[in-house]
């Protein structure tokens, strides 16, 4: 029962995916997308978010939620960029998520975990977040091709000239002797985070939990003083019905109040002791 239901309060996790999969849908339409004006288009994702979620939250508080999903997507799009841009070889897609959340927890002004991942899977493929990936530049022999701080011809280079042999610098140290180098530090870094973003996801479903058991309490609550108010309005209306005059009335009218007393005199004698003989109701003078 949505009435139930504070109109605030915390978003669950499937208000935040029916916020965006709405959001996705009007603002992404290929027809009408790029011609609604803002008004327009946030009472559109407005109906169509109560139709997914039948939740009763105002326009207003969407485009609210909106301004924080969306910067929290934001950053974590531009996470998952340095992430691939710095991921090494040898390294798989959880090297690469470990790193977004460094990043990502890098950055400040906010949460320091990304947890919106099913947020994340509805609108990767927008415009908006769209991951581009950039390439490292292109180099040979360790020098880049289109290198601009040398304005001389390695031809006119007398060093060249002089002796083919030249001796080169020391060759960098191999990435699995830079990785042996560092240790254990990089790999107790990677524990100590995931054992933090397991913690944050243990809370944040506890949280969520006891979110939707005070809902439901409120849901129950509410079921309940309904169903109290609608038996008083009964009980009000039947002591009305048996309090009523009669003696100024037609006998029709008398008939028909006659009648009414007689069925609530059944279902009290019903309801308390069964059913039983109530002819003497039909007696004249009652």
Same mark, same amino acid.
């Given at each position: 029962?949505?009435?139930?239901? +504070?109109?605030?309060?915390?978003? $669950? *996790?499937?208000? =935040?995916?029916? #916020?965006?999969?709405?959001?996705?849908?009007? %603002?992404?339409?290929?027809?009408?997308?790029?011609?609604?004006?803002?008004?327009?288009?946030?009472?559109?994702?407005?109906?169509?978010?109560?139709?997914?979620?039948?939740?009763?939250?105002?326009?207003?508080?969407?485009?609210?939620?909106?301004?924080?999903?969306?910067?929290?997507?934001?950053?974590?799009?531009?996470?998952?960029?340095?992430?691939?841009?710095?991921?090494?070889?040898?390294?798989?897609?959880?090297?690469?998520?470990?790193?977004?959340?460094?990043?990502?927890?890098?950055?400040?002004?906010?949460?320091?975990?990304?947890?919106?991942?099913?947020?994340?899977?509805?609108?990767?493929?927008?415009?908006?977040?769209?991951?581009?990936?950039?390439?490292?530049?292109?180099?040979?022999? +360790?020098?880049?091709?289109?290198? $601009? *701080?040398?304005? =001389?011809?390695? #031809?006119?280079?007398?060093?060249?000239?002089? %002796?083919?042999?030249?001796?080169?610098?020391?060759?960098?140290?191999?990435?699995?002797?830079?990785?042996?180098?560092?240790?254990?530090?990089?790999?107790?870094?990677?524990?100590?985070?995931?054992?933090?973003?397991?913690?944050?996801?243990?809370?944040?479903?506890?949280?969520?939990?006891?979110?939707?058991?005070?809902?439901?309490?409120?849901?129950?609550?509410?079921?309940?003083?309904?169903?109290?108010?609608?038996?008083?309005?009964?009980?009000?209306?039947?002591?009305?019905?048996?309090?009523?005059?009669?003696?100024?009335?037609?006998?029709?009218?008398?008939?028909?109040?006659?009648?009414?007393?007689?069925?609530?005199?059944?279902?009290?004698?019903?309801?308390?002791?069964?059913?039983?003989?109530?002819?003497?109701?039909?007696?004249?003078?009652?």
């Amino acid at each position: 029962m949505a009435s139930s239901i +504070e109109v605030g309060g915390s978003w $669950s *996790t499937n208000e =935040d995916i029916a #916020l965006c999969q709405s959001w996705v849908n009007i %603002s992404h339409d290929p027809i009408t997308g790029n011609e609604m004006k803002f008004h327009h288009m946030w009472s559109k994702i407005h109906g169509e978010f109560c139709q997914r979620s039948g939740s009763i939250r105002t326009e207003m508080a969407l485009s609210s939620r909106w301004k924080l999903l969306n910067k929290e997507l934001g950053k974590w799009r531009n996470a998952l960029t340095k992430a691939k841009a710095n991921i090494q070889s040898g390294q798989n897609l959880t090297d690469e998520m470990i790193q977004a959340q460094m990043w990502f927890g890098a950055m400040g002004q906010g949460k320091k975990s990304f947890v919106h991942f099913h947020c994340w899977e509805i609108v990767k493929d927008c415009s908006r977040f769209k991951i581009i990936p950039t390439g490292p530049p292109v180099v040979m022999n +360790e020098t880049p091709l289109h290198d $601009s *701080t040398s304005t =001389d011809s390695p #031809l006119d280079s007398p060093m060249e000239t002089e %002796s083919p042999f030249v001796p080169r610098p020391p060759r960098p140290i191999g990435r699995k002797a830079a990785k042996a180098k560092r240790g254990g530090t990089s790999t107790n870094e990677c524990v100590q985070l995931l054992e933090q973003i397991a913690k944050s996801t243990s809370l944040r479903m506890e949280r969520d939990l006891k979110r939707d058991e005070m809902d439901m309490a409120r849901e129950e609550a509410f079921v309940m003083q309904q169903q109290m108010a609608q038996e008083k309005d009964i009980e009000d209306r039947e002591m009305k019905i048996m309090d009523m005059d009669t003696s100024h009335m037609s006998p029709e009218t008398k008939a028909y109040w006659k009648l009414r007393r007689r069925d609530v005199m059944r279902k009290k004698l019903f309801h308390d002791d069964g059913p039983s003989n109530t002819d003497w109701l039909n007696y004249e003078n009652h």
